[in-house]
């Protein structure tokens, strides 16, 4: 009984390690920056005050935007969003990584959540939307079904000497592909109205982390 008491010990720590490993093997070898309010800068509809399209409470990132909202500049013609622009570490070389948990609210739909801007061929190096219910890069592919009402942990990295990116769902990789080439990047995260998009769009996020390689 007491062998198989140690045995049973024994799997149930291997298999925590296991586990453990699993969730963070992408963030190995690479250290967080310090992060503070001064780097996350809010963009949202020019005409409306911060506490109309967003909220911060107990850690948790809240964005929501309708899709006829105002841009975020009286000058521009881009699409309605409310999302922090990750100030203070911009890079056009190295690998960086982005980390957080998400949670999307049924209803938000054809709405992109997070992105890695900077890009010669386009706007962007990566971007990951929400279409029916999915989480995908982009229109296609899809790296996480049935996203509504749940949480679930985001990492991407962008190596920009490799032109390579790659994005993790709980810690198991969901996508691989090239850049977009640029010489500045940033990460943003939040709601970014694209075609076709709901009424209302929502995303929350939490445990937000800016990781470089060391």
Not at 32 to 55: C, G, I, M, T
């Amino acid at each position: 009984m007491v062998k198989f008491s140690l045995v049973y010990l024994l799997l149930c720590a291997s298999f925590s390690q296991l586990i453990w490993f699993h969730a963070n093997a992408q963030t190995s070898g690479f250290t967080a920056v310090s992060l503070s309010k001064s780097n996350f800068e809010l963009q949202k509809p020019y005409d409306k005050s911060p506490s109309e399209r967003y909220n911060f409470n107990n850690g948790v990132h809240t964005f929501w935007v309708f899709a006829n909202d105002k841009p975020h500049t009286i000058t521009s013609n881009t699409k309605p969003r409310s999302e922090i622009r990750i100030r203070g570490y911009d890079y056009s070389s190295g690998v960086w990584q982005f980390e957080g948990e998400a949670y999307i609210p049924s209803g938000t739909n054809a709405t992109s959540v997070m992105q890695v801007f900077g890009g010669s061929s386009r706007a962007t190096t990566i971007m990951l939307r929400v279409y029916s219910a999915n989480l995908t890069v982009y229109r296609s592919p899809t790296v996480l079904e049935n996203v509504y009402n749940r949480w679930f942990k985001v990492n991407v990295i962008h190596d920009v000497g490799a032109s390579n990116v790659k994005v993790y769902i709980d810690g198991v990789q969901k996508y691989e592909g090239s850049g977009a080439g640029g010489n500045n990047h940033y990460f943003k995260f939040g709601v970014y109205a694209e075609d076709g998009a709901s009424h209302r769009m929502e995303s929350r996020w939490r445990q937000i982390r800016v990781l470089r390689k060391n």
